[in-house]
């Protein structure tokens, strides 16, 4: 994934927050890709001679296809972080508004 900027400019978010939802695109990336590799993985059939089969191999491979899905997501992936990261930091930048605004309504002076 390319490197954000977490200079704040352009953005009302600060740099941990930046991070955050840049590590949550991320994330939700890792998610997508671990769905499409445990299919994929899914119809893989092998017998006993090769693999083992079994509960052994069928929890292996669950843990193999989120591993890979990991890796993936954390090297660029498929594109789908940088899609909707844009989408994120809006999402993001309105609550810190709405949070600012609501601390000024409804108080006493």
Known sequence: MPQINTSGVGSSLTPKQLTSVHQQA???????LNTLTKQMFSSIKTDKESMGGGFGEETWRSMQAEQLAGTMAHNGGIG??????????AM?????????????MGTYK
């Open 26 to 32: 991320e994330d939700y990336e890792g998610v997508f």
């Open 80 to 89: 789908l972080a940088d899609q909707i990261l844009p989408d994120l930091i």
């Open 92 to 104: 993001q930048e309105a609550a810190n508004n709405q949070n600012k605004n609501m601390t000024t």
